[in-house]
């Protein structure tokens, strides 16, 4: 069962900044918070994950509230070749597993 | 360097049948995972496969099996196919010096069950 709840789709204007939400409520305390995106006919891509601060990377930046219940992917200048489906993933520690969510469909606007 | 190859890349069967979908990974990785994936879906664990050994499993039947083999290719087996099978399978691969949740992922087999 999906773990993470994301809007289904958003939609951004081409060079403004995106910002994607994420509740995760129920994570505990060792499992990571990743971030995927896929565009259409390909397998996912890696994004970005933390566990507990905030990081940055040259793709993207995550934001992780203080009580780790939710988190938030920033694109700081979005450009078309963003539009993807971005999913907001549970990483169990536990078991080696990705727990997916349904994703939230970015749309970019030029 | 060379990523992550499935085959095929399509393919088609009947329900009852059986398929085996082959991944290579990507040079230097010795973590494979496969993730099913239906239409507007995200993908779900299979099953994880380290130096030869599955060290991990989702919420799938044994009809679902795998093998990795030494070079750490893979291959996903399903028997007695069923319609619900129809999916995309992805395959992906991790390296042991990397986060766990960092994988590459193939472009997938899309199976159709019919």
């Known amino acids: 069962d999906a773990k993470t709840t994301q809007p289904n789709s958003m939609e951004s204007n081409e060079e403004e900044p995106v910002h994607l939400p994420c509740n995760h409520s129920t994570i505990s305390g060792t499992d990571y918070i990743h971030w995927y995106r896929q565009l259409p006919s390909q397998g996912p891509e890696y994004v970005i994950h933390g566990l507990t601060s905030n990081v940055n990377n040259r793709m993207a930046s995550l934001a992780i509230a203080e009580d780790r219940k939710s988190s938030t992917l920033i694109l700081h200048r979005a450009t078309l070749r963003d539009a993807a489906v971005y999913y907001c993933?549970?990483?169990?520690?536990?078991?080696?597993?990705?727990?997916w969510g349904a994703g939230t469909k970015l749309i970019i606007k030029p | 360097e060379t990523g992550v190859t499935q085959s095929p890349t399509h393919l088609i069967k009947t329900r009852g049948q059986q398929v085996t979908l082959r991944c290579s990974s990507q040079s230097g990785h010795n973590t494979v995972s496969w993730y099913q994936q239906a239409l507007g879906q995200g993908p779900q664990f299979i099953f994880q496969y380290y130096r030869e050994e599955e060290n991990g499993r989702g919420n799938f039947p044994p009809r679902f099996s795998g093998l990795q083999f030494p070079n750490y290719s893979s291959e996903l087996n399903v028997n007695a196919l069923e319609l619900d099978d129809s999916a995309l399978y992805l395959c992906a691969s991790s390296t042991g010096t990397s986060h766990p949740g960092e994988l590459f992922f193939g472009e997938g087999s899309r199976l159709t069950v019919l």
């Open positions: 993933i549970q990483y169990m520690d536990s078991n080696y597993q990705l727990i």
